[in-house]
C-alpha cells in the first residue's frame, strides 16, 4: 500500500515564496525510483490539472520532467530519493494559483500518460494554497 502525506500549503500573499513536499512511504517493494510522481491541482469548480510531473527514472526518460506551460518560470519541482520526498517551489505565487493541490504517485507510467490525472491510482490527501492580498 503506497502512502503520500503532503505539507506546506497554506496562505500567502501574491509573490510570497511558498514550498509543499510529499513523501511517499508504505511500499517497501518498489523504490522511489521505479515511480513516476506529480502535481496536480484543483481549483474550486475546475478539473484536475497537472502542474509538474516526472517520469520514474527507471523508465527510459530517466525522471524526465514536465512542467505546466502557464507554471514554467515560475514553479519549480524536484526529488530528494534519500527522503522520497517530491517538492514544488512555488515563486511568485498569483491569486490565480490558488487551489488544492494533490501529490500523485504511480509505478512507471509511459511518458505520454505523466500528465493525465486519470492515469494516476495513489494520492494524497491534498493540501490548501491560498494566494490573495
Known amino acids: 500500500q503506497v502512502v503520500l502525506m503532503e505539507s506546506g500549503g497554506g496562505s500567502v500573499q501574491p509573490g510570497e515564496f511558498l514550498r509543499l513536499s510529499c513523501v511517499l512511504s508504505?511500499?517497501?517493494?518498489?523504490?522511489?525510483?521505479?515511480?513516476?510522481m506529480g502535481w496536480f491541482r484543483q481549483a474550486t469548480g475546475e478539473g484536475r490539472e497537472a502542474v509538474a510531473v516526472f517520469e520514474a527514472e527507471h523508465n527510459k526518460g530517466h525522471g524526465t520532467p514536465y512542467s505546466a506551460n502557464s507554471e514554467k518560470g515560475r514553479f519549480t519541482a524536484g526529488k530528494d530519493h534519500a527522503k522520497n520526498t517530491l517538492y514544488l517551489n512555488m515563486n511568485n505565487p498569483q491569486p490565480e494559483d490558488t487551489a488544492m493541490y494533490y501529490c500523485a504517485a504511480e509505478p512507471r507510467l509511459p511518458w505520454w500518460h505523466i500528465q493525465h490525472a486519470s492515469k494516476y491510482n495513489y494520492w494524497g490527501q491534498g493540501t490548501q494554497v491560498t494566494v490573495s492580498s
Open positions: 508504505g511500499n517497501s517493494a518498489a523504490s522511489f525510483s521505479s515511480y513516476s
